[in-house]
C-alpha cells in the first residue's frame, strides 16, 4: 500500500523564524510529489517534483526532493503569520499514478 | 477564470440517511475528481473521472457511495445510507488532461453525521 508520512505533524515558530517540513514516501511507479497549502478551504499548488536534487522556489518557499532516499522538504524562511496553514505532501503513483496524501503539518506562525 | 464550484457548502444529515454533492469542474477540464478529507487527515481520492468515464473508482465504498460524471462536465457523488464514519470534508478537483499538478480544488463539502 502507497504511504506518505510528514512530520513534524505540528509546529509553532514565531514570525522570522525558518522552518523545514519533511516528507517520506514508499510508493509503487513513483511519478512526482507535489506540495500544497491548506488554510481553512481547498488546497493550493506550491510545488511538483519529478527530479531529485533540483531545488524549485517560490518567493521564500522552497522545495527539494531525494528519490534515492524517498523524502522531500519543504522549506519557509523568514516566516510570516499568513504561512500559518496545514502543509501537505502527496505523491502521484501507484497503478493509477494517482495522488496520496499525507496527514499535513499544521504550521502556526505567532507574530 | 471560474474555479470549481461545489455545493452545499455544509450539511448535516442523521446516520442512515442519504446526501448528495454537486461538483461544476472549470470550463473545458476533462479530468474530475472527488477526494474525502477526515479531520486530521490528508485528502483521500474515492473516484476520477476522465471525461464521463471512470479511470479509477477503488477506494470508493461501492456498497453506499456513488458518483457519476454527466455529459462530462457535472458531477455528483451521492452516500446512501450515511454512517457516522462519513462525517468529512469532501473536496471535488479538476485538471485540464489529467496531469496531477494541473489539479484545482474546489471550497468542498463540510458532511456531519449524526
Known amino acids: 500500500e502507497d504511504k506518505v508520512v510528514q512530520s513534524p505533524l505540528s509546529l509553532v515558530v514565531h514570525e522570522g523564524d525558518t522552518v523545514t517540513l519533511n516528507c517520506s514516501y514508499e510508493?509503487?511507479?513513483?511519478?512526482?510529489l507535489l506540495w500544497y497549502k491548506q488554510e481553512k478551504k481547498a488546497p493550493t499548488f506550491l510545488f511538483m517534483l519529478?527530479?531529485?536534487?533540483i531545488e524549485k522556489k517560490s518567493g521564500r518557499l522552497s522545495s527539494i526532493l531525494d528519490k534515492k532516499e524517498l523524502f522531500s522538504i519543504l522549506n519557509i524562511t523568514a516566516t510570516q503569520t499568513g504561512d500559518s496553514a496545514v502543509y501537505l505532501c502527496?505523491?502521484?503513483?501507484?497503478?493509477?499514478?494517482?495522488?496520496?496524501f499525507g496527514k499535513g503539518t499544521l504550521l502556526t506562525v505567532n507574530p | 477564470e471560474a474555479g470549481v464550484a461545489q455545493s452545499p457548502r455544509y450539511k448535516i444529515i442523521e446516520k442512515r440517511q442519504s446526501v448528495a454533492f454537486w461538483c461544476n469542474p472549470i470550463?473545458?477540464?476533462?479530468?474530475l475528481y472527488w477526494y474525502q478529507q477526515i479531520l486530521g487527515q490528508g485528502p483521500k481520492l474515492l473516484i476520477q473521472f476522465q471525461n464521463n468515464g471512470v479511470v479509477d473508482d477503488s477506494q470508493l465504498p461501492k456498497d453506499r457511495f456513488s458518483a457519476e460524471r454527466l455529459k462530462g462536465v457535472d458531477s455528483t457523488l451521492k452516500i446512501q445510507p450515511a454512517k457516522l464514519e462519513d462525517s468529512a470534508v469532501y473536496l471535488c478537483?479538476?485538471?485540464?488532461?489529467?496531469?496531477?499538478?494541473?489539479?484545482?480544488f474546489g471550497p468542498g463539502t463540510r458532511l456531519t453525521v449524526t
Open positions: 510508493v509503487t511507479n513513483f511519478r512526482s
Open positions: 470550463s473545458g477540464h476533462a479530468t
Open positions: 502527496a505523491v502521484e503513483g501507484g497503478s493509477n499514478y494517482k495522488l496520496t
Open positions: 478537483a479538476s485538471s485540464l488532461d489529467g496531469g496531477i499538478y494541473e489539479q484545482y
Open positions: 519529478t527530479s531529485s536534487g
